[in-house]
């Protein structure tokens, strides 16, 4: 009885720990997905900037795929807003 019971206990951690995996991967795929496409829209916004002849070109760097990864659109917003503000 004992060993149906550990067997049990074991299947559930094991549930368990699949599950959280799969948050994780989520949770990764999104994070990846939204550097991304920020990374794609710093490309077009640079491109529609330089034709405007305005000044403000955001790099492509790890600093600015960690903002846009975690921030999404926000971050997008805030890396062009501090260059901006740093060409005043």
Do not use: D, H
């Not at 900037?49 to 917003?77: D, R």
């Amino acid at each position: 009885m004992a060993y149906g019971t550990l067997a049990i206990v074991g299947i559930c951690i094991f549930i368990l720990c699949i599950s959280l995996l799969k948050q994780k991967a989520r949770l990764i795929f999104s994070f990846l997905f939204r550097g991304g496409l920020g990374f794609c829209g710093i490309y077009f916004a640079n491109q529609f900037f330089e034709k405007q002849e305005i000044s403000v070109m955001v790099g492509y760097n790890p600093a600015s795929f960690l903002t846009l990864g975690s921030l999404g659109f926000s971050g997008f917003a805030l890396l062009y807003g501090i260059m901006l503000y740093r060409n005043l």
